[in-house]
């Protein structure tokens, strides 16, 4: 390989990644390494996961701030999600069941469960500062 030409590669295959999807869940947080059985009906949703499914079989799960919402954008969603990944999809009358699983926290290599914890904190953390910051502002 000439020089250089790795980084050409590299930027190919980032520019041929598939964006990963958004799933707004209702009444529901994932935590890390937690596995949990999602009902999904709303017809974007489905869509999401399917596209999901039909790529790297992942997503990512945010919660939405009143589950009343039906049409959610970006304002009624909580600013943390994490990732998971699709272990069952299961259609059914009332909608499709899924089951996911946190994925494993991907910047910190074998962190476990303590430091999925630790993440989750940080970022809770992090939002906190923000909006006091904001309003004060």
């Known amino acids: 390989m000439a ?7 590299i930027i190919q295959q980032s520019a041929e990644a598939q964006p990963t999807p958004l799933v707004l869940l209702k009444d529901a947080v994932i935590f890390p390494r937690m596995r949990m059985n999602i ?3 709303r017809e974007r949703s489905l869509v999401a996961v399917k596209d999901a499914r ?3 079989g992942q997503f ?7 589950s009343s919402v039906e049409n959610p954008g970006p304002e009624d969603a ?3 999600a994490t990732l998971v990944e699709i272990q069952t999809f299961e259609p059914r009358d009332d ?10 926290t991907t910047h910190v290599p074998d962190g ?8 989750v904190l940080d970022r809770l953390v992090r939002v906190a500062r923000d909006q006091s910051t904001s309003s004060r502002s």
């Open 3 to 9: 020089p250089g030409n790795e980084h050409r590669d």
């Open 54 to 56: 039909a790529g790297s």
């Open 60 to 66: 990512i799960a945010g919660s939405q701030r009143q």
């Open 95 to 104: 909608g499709t069941l899924v089951t996911v699983a946190h994925t494993s």
């Open 39 to 41: 009902n999904i009906g």
């Open 78 to 80: 909580f600013p943390i």
């Open 112 to 119: 476990g469960a303590e430091q999925g914890w630790n993440d």
